[in-house]
Nanobody, 124 residues
């Protein structure tokens, strides 16, 4: 069973910085892409940033120039460096990964895995 575990969410003041981490664990899988989504209160979940194998990145317009996604392939970990945080960045941040699952159950099927989420609150 592949699991994603996020960490790093906390209360931060406007203009501050924060780094989120997400570690993928399990057996018999490979990672095709990892990303971060967020969901603010009473809003739909939205893509924040993603990174594919080879390092191709994609960002939501609202975070371009402020957030940076990176990945440590050896550690199956993705990071989200968030700078110049704004109150509107307040949300639960979810880690997402597209994996190829080689277990007997999935036999090489590509599927998505989600973390439980970590809360980021930007407030003075």
């Amino acid at each position: 069973q592949v699991q994603l575990v996020e960490s790093g969410g906390t209360l931060v003041q406007p203009g501050g910085s924060l780094r989120l981490s997400c570690v993928a664990s399990g057996t018999r899988f490979s990672i095709n892409a990892m990303g971060w989504y967020r969901q603010a209160s009473e809003k739909e979940r939205e893509l924040v940033a993603s990174i594919r194998s080879g390092g191709i990145t994609n960002y939501a317009d609202s975070v371009k120039g402020r957030f940076t996604i990176s990945r440590d392939n050896a550690k199956n970990t993705v990071y989200l460096q968030m700078n110049s945080l704004k109150p509107e960045d307040t949300a639960v941040y979810y880690c997402n990964s597209e994996i190829t699952d080689y277990t007997i159950t999935y036999s090489g099927t590509r599927r998505e895995v989600w973390g439980q989420g970590t809360l980021v609150t930007v407030s003075s």
